[in-house]
């Protein structure tokens, strides 16, 4: 398979599965890249992704969603309209590592790919929408930033260290789901606390999407 060694291919589909979710278009404009220049040696079904066409494209929206996906409510909508974009494409660039040839490992790429994709996004656009619900638009561009250096750092460590990037992984799916859990537990609240004002019940307030605790008596609320 190509010069890359088993580790790499399987470290590089769960990469590319997991960073579509996050940042598909960045994704494929530097996977695109990394062929063009000869960075790194890429599998046939990836080599497409080189095509100056591909790399146009690709870089063309990867400015767009640069700045989407920094403008609080606009980002938002992005995430909404890239669900049914993002988790395919994770799933089909995951299978691409292997190929055709290589058949039923293709598939099994696609589904942890596409699960990888799925999770991550899940994680991006709940999160990001519950930090929309605070004025302030700082937090909403520092978690964009994050997400911009998170996809490139992933891919690299796939290629160059891909036993750390399964760490790397395993640390991220773990914040991911504690991310969603406590998003959901947040839209919850704040569907509840809609519900009340509207059926004329006291508003206890929403309970904040991430709370850390200063000391044992008080609480500190972000979000």
Same mark, same amino acid.
């Given at each position: 398979?190509?010069?890359?060694?088993?580790?790499?291919?399987?470290?590089?589909?769960?990469?590319?599965?997991?960073?579509?979710?996050?940042?598909?278009?960045?994704?494929?404009?530097?996977?695109?890249?990394?062929?063009?220049?000869?960075?790194?040696?890429?599998?046939?079904?990836?080599?497409?992704?080189?095509?100056?066409?591909?790399?146009?494209?690709?870089?063309?929206?990867?400015?767009?969603?640069?700045?989407?996906?920094?403008?609080?409510?606009?980002?938002?909508?992005?995430?909404?309209?890239?669900?049914?974009?993002?988790? *395919? /494409? &994770?799933?089909? $660039? #995951?299978?691409?590592?292997?190929?055709?040839?290589?058949?039923?490992?293709? @598939?099994?790429? !696609? +589904?942890?790919?596409?699960?990888?994709?799925?999770?991550?996004?899940?994680?991006?656009?709940?999160?990001?929408?519950?930090?929309?619900?605070?004025?302030?638009?700082?937090?909403?561009?520092?978690?964009?930033?994050?997400?911009?250096?998170?996809? *490139? /750092? &992933?891919?690299? $460590? #796939?290629?160059?260290?891909?036993?750390?990037?399964?760490?790397?992984?395993? @640390?991220?799916? !773990? +914040?991911?789901?504690?991310?969603?859990?406590?998003?959901?537990?947040?839209?919850?609240?704040?569907?509840?606390?809609?519900?009340?004002?509207?059926?004329?019940?006291?508003?206890?307030?929403?309970?904040?999407?991430?709370?850390?605790?200063?000391?044992?008596?008080?609480?500190?609320?972000?979000?």
């Amino acid at each position: 398979m190509d010069s890359l060694t088993l580790p790499q291919l399987l470290a590089l589909a769960a990469a590319l599965g997991w960073a579509s979710g996050v940042r598909l278009y960045l994704v494929v404009f530097l996977i695109g890249l990394t062929g063009y220049f000869g960075w790194a040696p890429l599998p046939g079904g990836l080599q497409m992704l080189a095509h100056p066409a591909v790399l146009t494209a690709s870089g063309f929206m990867v400015f767009v969603e640069f700045f989407a996906d920094k403008i609080p409510g606009l980002d938002s909508l992005w995430d909404m309209v890239q669900t049914v974009i993002r988790i *395919p /494409a &994770g799933a089909a $660039l #995951a299978a691409s590592v292997f190929g055709a040839d290589h058949a039923t490992m293709a @598939v099994a790429a !696609a +589904l942890i790919g596409g699960g990888l994709a799925a999770t991550a996004h899940t994680a991006k656009a709940t999160t990001r929408a519950a930090i929309n619900t605070s004025p302030e638009p700082f937090s909403n561009v520092g978690a964009s930033l994050v997400e911009d250096g998170m996809a *490139p /750092a &992933g891919l690299w $460590l #796939a290629f160059a260290h891909p036993l750390v990037f399964v760490v790397f992984l395993i @640390v991220v799916l !773990a +914040l991911s789901v504690w991310l969603i859990h406590k998003s959901w537990r947040f839209f919850k609240s704040l569907f509840g606390r809609v519900i009340r004002i509207f059926s004329g019940k006291p508003d206890l307030g929403a309970t904040p999407a991430f709370r850390f605790k200063k000391n044992d008596s008080e609480d500190v609320s972000n979000v």
